[in-house]
């Protein structure tokens, strides 16, 4: 299986990097990843952005604030059941700061909301891929997770 991380805008500030950096390689231990940055262009041609960018066969995630919640021991049987239904791809999306087009979110195949909280772009991207992390140790039965 292989990750995508489709999101609007870059990491701008060094210490969300470098944090993005450092759960980014984590997570490239247990599956294959890649990170497309798409340039702040407001909703709509973000949307055509994002639509462009989806392989055909991909399955979609997009990370939403009207998302289904989940702890990490279900985002991890989650995933699990993702390996298990044979999935090759799969693509987590954030949008923008103004959110995506009706056309994304139709497009999704699960919609996943962080929290209730409201995070940066930078935070959430950070978090999205610590607990997709989080969620490998849970499955591999390692120590992280406690």
Not at 114 to 136: D, G, I
Request: hydrophobic share 40%.
């Amino acid at each position: 299986m292989k990750f995508r991380f489709l999101w609007v805008g870059k990491t701008k500030d060094k210490n969300w990097r470098v944090l993005q950096e450092e759960y980014f390689a984590r997570l490239s231990h247990f599956v294959r990843c890649e990170i497309v940055e798409l340039k702040d262009s407001g909703k709509e041609i973000e949307g055509k952005l994002i639509l462009e960018k989806l392989n055909q066969s991909t399955f979609v995630c997009l990370l939403d604030v009207k998302g289904r919640s989940v702890s990490s021991h279900d985002l991890a049987a989650k995933l699990e059941n993702w390996q298990n239904r044979g999935l090759k791809e799969v693509t987590f999306i954030i949008g923008g700061a103004e959110g995506v087009a009706s056309e994304v979110v139709e497009r999704a195949d699960n919609s996943l909301s962080l929290s209730f909280l409201t995070f940066t772009h930078e935070m959430a991207r950070v978090v999205m891929l610590e607990q997709l992390y989080r969620a490998f140790t849970i499955i591999k039965g390692f120590p992280y997770q406690k």
